[in-house]
């Protein structure tokens, strides 16, 4: 028996670690498919004739595939440097003249205040000394081009001539799905995946880029509308689907970006996105290829219309194709669904709820709230098709209109700690969850005591 163990602990290592020396390598950033068939792993293990061989396989498998997604989700550009850098430039924004760019360039100082995190953990010890006495500068962009040579900006990959000179750079899906834990220092600390960074200013960081014209050409409109509008954006936000449909704002002249959310949690939840586009695997492809310009085949005729996505109809978006060997999104799709299937919903401090409330406000959520006819429990969303018309939920179809179903997803609630910055609902409508539970009871007229309101807020606290 103990045999049998260390051999299929062994034939793990052996399938992970030739994968580790193969990112030591660098070989992620090229796009090479780094992971076997599910067929080798069973070649492995078959022919002993047990019929414990295939669960092996089945562990083995999932160890891999998390790693892999863990490796894919922090570190792959999917090839996106071909716009972030080589189209519009913005390596040379963040280098600065002086450094071979343009314009003044980002100093570690201003990374952070645009929200950007550092991650501690690729810091070497002189950094991190150099930092705390002061002898590294962090008002100098040459300070965040070595950051990035080192790998510890989240979510940015530069890429350095041998001479030391940025070249390109490229985007993850860390940079709006992770933060930092800020151990060491505000906006620097260990890597915390799946978190929303709520602190980023996706708009603020794009309008640096000196050449935006591939922007504007997509869109047809003006270098100053594209600007205007990268700027009305905010801290957390990002508009996936202006690239669609072209709409920026909302009747009442408010930007029509929404809030990044949380990739954590989202094991069992059939549809993603506020809007429900599709599944994870789904939203991952038409991120990687729409929104980070990374090199793979993207298919969804949905896209054709030219009434609700006259954009995307115009460019044929939904018909994004690649031959098979330039693909560098589709080989990593199944082991980046597996690692965001496996990132848990944190655990929100025992201290930042009142634990007698939370336990008042389960019964509520359950009973009189009528929240579980919704937030099905513990999913906390529908087991099935969990999408609502605007009308269901009380609010005006502006987003819902810009996805194909026209309708809204049931948010998953759990680890709602973790996002409250910016607001609750897909655009931050309500500031505070008793301001979401407010809604909810005027909606719904449930005539909720005041108390009440506040053991169902300890209850969404305690998730
Ligand atoms: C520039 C910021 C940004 C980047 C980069 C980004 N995302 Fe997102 N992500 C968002 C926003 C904003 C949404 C919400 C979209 C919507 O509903 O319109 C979202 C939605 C999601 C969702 C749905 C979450 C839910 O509650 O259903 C998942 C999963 C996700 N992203 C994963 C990824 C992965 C994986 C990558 C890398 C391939 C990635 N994202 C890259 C901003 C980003
Ligand atoms: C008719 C279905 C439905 C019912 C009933 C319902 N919800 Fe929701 N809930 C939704 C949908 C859909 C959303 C997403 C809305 C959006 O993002 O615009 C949501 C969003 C939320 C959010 C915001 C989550 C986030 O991350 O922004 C909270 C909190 C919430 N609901 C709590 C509750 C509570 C508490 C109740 C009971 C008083 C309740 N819901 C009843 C469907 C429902």
């Not at 790998?151 to 041998?162: D, E, K, Q």
Request: proline letters at 6%.
């Amino acid at each position: 028996m103990i045999k049998k163990v260390s051999l299929s602990l062994l034939s793990v290592a052996a399938l992970t670690l030739p994968f580790l020396f193969a990112i030591r390598g660098g070989s992620i950033a090229k796009g090479q498919q780094f992971f076997s068939k599910t067929d080798d792993v069973v070649s492995t293990t078959r022919g002993s004739g047990q019929p414990a061989g295939f669960d092996r396989a089945i562990t083995a498998n999932n160890t891999k595939m998390i790693n892999d997604g863990r490796q894919i989700f922090r570190y792959d550009t999917f090839g996106d440097e071909a716009f972030w850098g080589d189209t519009i430039h913005l390596h040379q924004a963040i280098a600065g003249s002086a450094n071979g760019g343009v314009g003044g360039g980002v100093s570690p100082k201003t990374a952070l205040a645009v929200g950007l995190k550092v991650d501690a953990d690729a810091l070497p010890a002189g950094v991190v000394q150099g930092v705390q006495n002061g002898t590294i500068s962090l008002d100098d962009p040459k300070t965040t081009l070595a950051l990035l040579q080192l790998n510890a900006v989240v979510g940015l990959t530069g890429h350095f001539s041998s001479d030391g000179k940025i070249t390109s750079l490229g985007i993850q899906c860390a940079l709006c799905h992770s933060t930092v834990d800020d151990s060491f220092a505000p906006g620097i600390g260990h890597r915390l995946d799946g978190w929303p960074n709520r602190d980023l200013n996706v708009g603020a960081i794009v309008g640096l880029a000196p050449d935006l014209s591939a922007v504007d050409s997509l869109l047809g409109v003006s270098d100053a509308t594209t600007r205007q509008v990268l700027a009305s954006w905010g801290p957390g936000r990002f508009d996936a689907e202006l690239f669609l449909d072209g709409k920026a704002f909302r009747p009442d002249g408010k930007t029509a970006a929404v809030l990044i959310p949380p990739a954590f949690g989202l094991a069992g939840v059939n549809l993603h996105t506020y809007t429900g586009w599709g599944s994870i695997t789904y939203w991952n492809a038409f991120v990687a290829v729409l929104e980070m310009h990374g090199k793979g085949n993207f298919f969804d005729p949905r896209l054709d219309d030219p009434a609700q996505f006259p954009v995307a109809a115009r460019n044929h978006t939904g018909h994004t194709t690649l031959p098979e060997d330039q693909d560098q999104v589709t080989p990593k799709l199944a082991a980046l669904h597996d690692y965001q299937l496996s990132i848990p919903a944190p655990t929100p401090p025992a201290a930042s709820f009142d634990a007698a409330a939370a336990a008042r406000g389960d019964a509520l959520f359950a009973g009189k709230g009528k929240c579980t006819s919704c937030h099905v429990e513990p999913l906390l969303t529908e087991p099935g098709w969990n999408m609502h018309t605007p009308t269901e939920v009380g609010i005006d179809s502006f987003q819902s209109d810009r996805a194909p179903d026209k309708r809204y997803r049931t948010t998953p609630l759990h680890g709602l700690f973790a996002h409250s910055k910016g607001g609750f609902y897909h655009d931050g409508r309500f500031p505070t969850l008793l301001d979401v539970v407010n809604h909810y009871d005027s909606f719904m007229t449930l005539g909720l005591s005041a108390g009440e309101k506040s053991d169902i807020v300890e209850y969404l606290k305690s998730l």
